[in-house]
């Protein structure tokens, strides 16, 4: 049991299998036993279908098979990949804890801002401040937020199910460098 793990839920879909050229295989979760015996869990998987147009593949520069995600495409957010390759100032992302998303009534989620130099390489922390808007509109009285550390954060949603669909922009500003990152409002 990590941190991980606790995240996957029945019904969740996976894309588990090697790096094949032809479609993965995808799997459903049809049962999660974390009670027994103490610290392990237990994940039973059933075979599903790889659907082309929700999950996605993911290739390195060369080619190479780095990942494959299960319904990447099936959220309100359309994800982008970070290009971090050829940037010509500093600049920073947001990432988060598993899948973009908080659920009203629902647990935490981690969200870490890291700065990359010129080259693209992780460079040192840079000060700045978080905000959270919704339509435009601060909403930071409808979160509970937790400084973890340096550019890490714990988000909660306390907001209500009038917020379900809705997107949270999440900005991190340290002087000239912006980033964001939308969350997806789900009902629990």
């Known amino acids: 049991m990590t941190r991980d793990t606790e995240t996957l839920f029945y019904n969740h879909r996976m ?104 080259n693209g390489e992780p460079t040192d922390y840079q000060s700045g401040e978080w905000s959270y808007a919704i339509d435009g509109v601060d909403v930071s009285d409808l979160l509970t937020v937790t400084n973890v550390s340096d550019g890490k954060i714990k988000v909660k949603f306390d907001g209500d199910d009038t917020y379900i669909n809705k997107i949270l922009r999440v900005t991190f500003t340290a002087g000239d460098i912006i980033s964001t990152l939308d969350l997806e409002i789900l009902p629990l």
Do not use: M
């Open 15 to 118: 894309l588990i299998d090697a790096k094949v050229e032809s479609e993965p295989r995808a799997w459903l979760i049809s049962k999660v036993n974390r009670i027994s015996p103490n610290g392990t869990v237990r994940v039973t998987l059933t075979q599903d279908s790889y659907d082309q147009h929700k999950d996605y593949i993911e290739y390195d520069h060369e080619g190479k098979i780095i990942g494959a995600w299960a319904d990447w495409f099936s959220s309100n957010i359309q994800p982008t990949p970070v290009d971090i390759d050829t940037p010509s100032i500093i600049t920073s992302s947001i990432t988060c804890s598993g899948k973009p998303q908080l659920k009203v009534g629902g647990s935490a989620k981690t969200l870490t801002v890291v700065f990359y130099d010129e």
